[in-house]
């Protein structure tokens, strides 16, 4: 992949071309070990894009990166929680699978807070190391959140670079009684949030996602220069409580910081797209937009951002909490919306490219395998390798149609999505103790007997939804109709199946310790600012939700 | 407008390429007597485009009209309720300043059932009647609802041509205690819903939208080939409950009817746009599409759409009821977005073309008598001209920055919105005694002290949004803030002043009476369809909410 200037000028204005025409006149092909972007974004909600309906309007880029690529409306995450989600993403593999859960409690989900003792397994194989056998060089710019201890970290587990934090970015701490979070390059801390790298709770005003966004644009520029693909897990987190952004984009928007933080990582993807044509590899990189669970509702209205006409948010197993924004973009081989055309029949090759296929976070892990042409691991995958679907090739292909997606809280299966329709077996938003003091995962939203504040058993009967007249999971099918029985005659057996056949992996998400909190990082001595922690005292976590 | 076929080829080719390239280049400039057409949906949510955020991303030819045009997110209507909202359209009034209210009970929505003996003043002049001083032909396709009996029909305001309805498609009816709603050809009756113009309550069968489709492609062609200009007025009602499509598109939608209805729509609006650029005409037609209420959530998830993430729909005045998803197109004069271009700059003259304008069903009533060049009739007008924001050359315009927007139910001010806040100085959703009888004006919604099923006052102390951060209205700002002690004082003088000024019109929406209903419309002897009604015995119709 090595460019010449002029191959490079050459190459871009035939994209220019291209694009400017808005379709594929031939048939799209796979390319041959093609780079690798997966932008996953923090708490970001399936309504937060222009096009996915956000009122605001507020991501230019986002929607022509739609128009230009393929939309995916029915587009889920592996788990409403992060640590989970993100564990998923990299092995292709449920939680309950993957070890991301506790069993601490029943239906919870757990994270990797900084006084988590575990994370990532190693017995689980992550996306970049099965990528390293056709050579692509790897790096994680942003969120890691598979474990903050050693091992865990990400050079650990096949990525060549990283830049970014274990953690979610709260704080500030005091240093005594909790570290700030540190911020890596590479294998070593460089500082910590609150102190080299600056959050200020009080404006929101952070940098961060810009200097999210050179890392990923370095990183880019560098291997375009090289020979080897590459793999770029992009993760900015500026979207997560505490909400924050640039001074250039605060107060931009019309729905306060959260609309700001939007704003800017919309500005970045635009930038990340257009630096891909710049170089010339645009049709040679494929990139993936989606976010790691419902917008955190819970939050309040300047913290979080919209799930749209959806059923609650963050945490819940409701289509809130796991319907994500999703939109992939290749130009040249996934076919792009023919936005430019008229209204008189569109050129040949030219369609609209919205798949209603139901996908989810995990295929991303599968896909990326098929595109690179890495065989997947011997063990369960939970993900699909979606490429007949992205490049039109097998539109029909049974196991993408009647793939059922799995709604876990914990390793306590909540729901199934077949077709159309959902089915909860368990339903529960949150407890009525801490709802009533005041924290609410579905504000302003009650549907009786759904959004219960008790875990609700409807094994022997489950809720029963048709997600495409009530996307809102506001009219439970009646049990007494041909249509439920028809519809749980199918669900039935897919459920049954899974949970016959699933071997849940060794909890990793059980035990805390003050004292693996990130109090002296690798690379702490050079900064001095190793911390000293207290003695080791495990104890059970305890997961409200 | 008279074209040879030459210059329609020529013009056709030219047009092609301008849309392929997505963008004006050089300043839009209004024309003079453009044509207008006018696409009034009934019941279509905010939420029931793709573009718009509609899961099922059903409307390809919306989405695309969107790409091309202009989109409007805060564009409202004038009433949530059909009537009300449609006479406020074709007068540029609100219903209180056009009679389209009653007084027969509280802050009561009040419409034209065949019972009801009032219709359109004869004070009132219609926009027809007036672009008429300009040569304007003007043809009402579809669903009247300003009055039933003859000095009330199309033709006696302004309309040449008609071919629709005078009510709701409710029924069937057998004739004796209410006879079926006539089908009118401009001033005479061609046939009765359920007799001569078949829909099918069991299959939702019918092909009136074809019909409507139709007499829209046949009028614009017949008006592309006289000098005169024309006004056509698109009001399809097959999204109104009992929901109807054709055969072709029956089980086509993945939310069952209702989006099948929506589909045959956006199909019919795709081919009616196409139509005028086959013509040549689409540099000289201005088209606007909008609905005249929120969906009616209360019909269920079968027979109605979505309003996206507001709260409630029809009949409310919360953001559901009265927000509405609203295009406007006009190749070469409104500039469209850059759909077709890359991430990197735009050409100049392409710019994303979203308008957060506050806008009003009634503004297109001030907007096509500007576009027209006939001057407003001498008489209060709750429009305002959107030209200078369509044609971009005022931006800045200070009467539609800061312009409010009214919210009414029946005669009684509810709410109001200016710039991003929103006050309600009455909040109501309905009576507890119809919500316990199951009709639900906010299905799986319930904001407390705010979806109140008592009329409950706040004019003291207006309950105030931040319609940006939550679009949804489910968090009221604080009366203690800062924020809301300066909200209010820019909103009440705006309600003071409005409220001071207010000039009510006679209601004319009080008085029912069977014998008014449509027994014997004109042309009923022709067909043998003249029915016998009762003795005219007159009442104070109820409106229940």
Chains 1, 2 share one sequence.
Not at 23 to 34: E, G, I, L, M
Not at 208 to 221: D, P, R, V
Not at 250 to 258: E, H, P, Q, V, W
């Amino acid at each position: 992949m090595t460019r010449a200037a002029m191959d490079t000028f050459i190459k871009s204005f035939t994209i220019i071309s291209f694009l400017t025409y808005g379709c594929v006149s031939a048939t799209p092909v796979k390319a041959s070990t093609p780079n690798i972007i997966i932008m996953l974004m923090d708490d970001m909600g399936w309504g937060d894009l222009g096009v996915f309906g956000q009122p605001s309007k507020e991501t230019p880029n986002l929607d022509k990166m739609a128009a230009q690529g393929m939309l995916f409306p029915n587009f889920y995450t592996a788990n409403p929680l992060c640590s989970p989600s993100r564990a998923s993403l990299l092995t292709g593999r449920l939680p309950v699978r993957n070890g991301f859960y506790t069993t601490n409690g029943k239906a919870r989900n757990a994270y990797t807070p900084q006084e988590m003792v575990g994370g990532i397994s190693s017995d689980e194989i992550l996306l970049p190391r099965l990528l390293k056998k056709k050579g692509y060089v790897s790096k994680i710019v942003g969120k890691w959140h598979l474990g903050h201890r050693p091992k865990f970290l990400p050079l650990e587990h096949g990525f060549d670079q990283w830049f970014g934090a274990p953690n979610c970015h709260f704080g500030p701490y005091n240093s005594s009684k909790r570290p700030n979070v540190p911020v890596y390059n590479n294998s070593e801390m460089v500082g910590r949030y609150y102190e080299e790298f600056q959050i200020n709770r009080k404006t929101g005003e952070s940098n961060l996602t810009q200097l999210y966004l050179q890392e990923a644009l370095g990183f880019i520029h560098q291997q375009s220069l090289s020979s080897k693909p590459f793999f770029l897990y992009w993760a900015p987190d500026s979207t997560h409580s505490p909400v924050y952004a640039s001074q250039r984009f605060l107060g931009r928007s019309s729905r306060g910081r959260y609309g700001d933080a939007v704003m800017e990582i919309d500005d970045s993807v635009g930038q990340i797209l257009s630096w891909l044509s710049t170089l010339g590899i645009e049709q040679n990189t494929f990139v993936f937009f989606t976010s790691d669970n419902g917008a955190a509702v819970m939050s309040g209205p300047n913290e979080s951002g919209s799930n749209g006409p959806f059923l609650c948010g963050k945490e819940t197993t409701f289509e809130g909490g796991m319907r994500e924004p999703a939109v992939a973009w290749w130009p040249g081989h996934i076919p792009g919306a023919s936005a430019g055309g008229g209204f008189l029949s569109d050129p040949p090759g030219c369609k609209r490219t919205v798949s209603f296929q139901l996908s989810s976070l995990m295929d991303l892990f599968s896909t990326s395998l098929s595109l690179a042409g890495v065989s997947p691991p011997n063990r369960t995958l939970d993900g699909l390798d979606l490429t007949p679907v992205l490049l039109n090739s097998h539109p029909n292909n049974t196991s993408l149609t009647d793939r059922p997606i799995f709604y876990y809280r914990g390793n306590q299966l909540m729901a199934v999505r077949l077709g159309p329709y959902k089915a909860h077996y368990w339903t529960w938003s949150n407890s009525l103790e801490e709802f009533e003091s005041g924290i609410n995962f579905c504000p302003g939203q009650e549907v009786p007997g759904v959004t219960t504040h008790v875990q609700k058993e409807h094994t022997m009967q489950p809720l029963i939804f048709h997600l495409g007249r009530d996307p809102g999971e506001k009219y439970p099918i009646s049990v007494l109709s041909m249509e439920y029985q028809t519809v749980l005659r199918r669900i039935a057996p897919v459920v049954k199946q899974h949970l016959d056949s699933l071997v849940p992996a060794a909890p990793q998400l059980n035990m805390c310790d003050l004292a693996a909190m990130n109090w002296a990082p690798a690379g702490c001595e050079k900064l001095g600012k190793c911390l000293k922690g207290p003695e080791s005292l495990p104890w059970k976590c305890e997961w409200p939700h």
